[in-house]
């Protein structure tokens, strides 16, 4: 006897959670766009994906904020919805695979048996080094980016202090820091000297985008004055500094003399 004519069982798709970008709706991916146009339901993290970043999703697609719910909430409404076969997105900020505390969501939706998959956005530090128009690793100068924040009430541990890591001078986005911003100020002047460029980048990509260069030293000063004690980067490093130099240090990539693979290099 053939059972499945009877089946009711809806179909259900994997939830997948999504990064929206640093806040520009063009800046989502295309994989991340097309999830949201066949989403019936998406439950977006509301006190940072801006509104105009769900103009991806479909008429007729549920949309909830999350800003109010906490992990018990978030998770029941994926679930009952994966449960009924809506097709669920789960909207990140950035990337969410960078503070975007998705690994506590996955661990219960693993524990219900429920499947996920994950599509990359885009992070606000990515973003920052476009709209300065910099590039974070230079050739002989610095090779390494580090993503960090300062411990505050989420607390971090002690070899992955803010003073710990800006010791090895490399180029650093510091997320989620702005309220101890003096803090911030006073290690990076220990670690990279007062007289280092940085910058504030506030909101990247979304319409009111602020971008303050300035050096270590005026860091608390400049975020004072300008009122900006949150959703901002803490860019720091030689990366950032004057590039009037035009006969610094190349990557030896697109150098004629050096032979790779893909070309033999010459005099």
């Not at 950035?94 to 969501?105: F, K, M």
Request: glycine share 8%; charged share 20%.
């Amino acid at each position: 006897m053939n059972t499945t004519e009877n089946d009711t069982t809806p179909q259900r798709h994997p939830i997948l959670f999504v990064g929206a970008g640093p806040g520009d709706p063009d800046l989502i991916t295309v994989k991340g766009q097309s999830a949201m146009a066949l989403a019936d339901t998406i439950l977006y993290a509301g006190s940072l994906v801006p509104e105009a970043v769900l103009k991806w999703a479909g008429p007729d697609a549920k949309k909830l904020s999350s800003a109010s719910l906490n992990l018990e909430d978030i998770t029941n409404i994926m679930a009952s919805d994966w449960q009924a076969g809506r097709r669920v997105v789960r909207l990140h900020t950035g990337d969410p695979s960078l503070y975007g505390a998705i690994d506590e969501q996955m661990i219960e939706l693993e524990k219900r048996q429920i499947p996920y998959a994950v599509i990359p956005g885009v992070s606000a530090a990515f973003a920052a080094a476009a709209a300065m128009g910099i590039e974070y690793t230079l050739p002989e100068v610095t090779q390494t980016l580090i993503l960090t924040r300062m411990a505050g009430r989420t607390p971090a541990p002690d070899m992955e202090s803010l003073e710990s890591l800006a010791r090895h001078g490399a180029s650093m986005a510091i997320y989620l820091s702005m309220g101890q911003i003096q803090a911030v100020q006073d290690i990076l002047s220990r670690a990279y000297g007062p007289d280092m460029s940085c910058a504030i980048a506030f909101r990247v990509s979304h319409p009111d985008e602020k971008i303050i260069r300035i050096q270590v030293k005026d860091l608390a000063k400049t975020a004072e004055q300008a009122k900006l004690t949150r959703h901002a980067l803490i860019i720091v490093g030689k990366a950032l500094s004057d590039r009037s130099d035009a006969a610094g240090p190349r990557s030896r990539l697109y150098d004629r003399k050096f032979t790779h693979g893909y070309r033999q290099g010459g005099d």
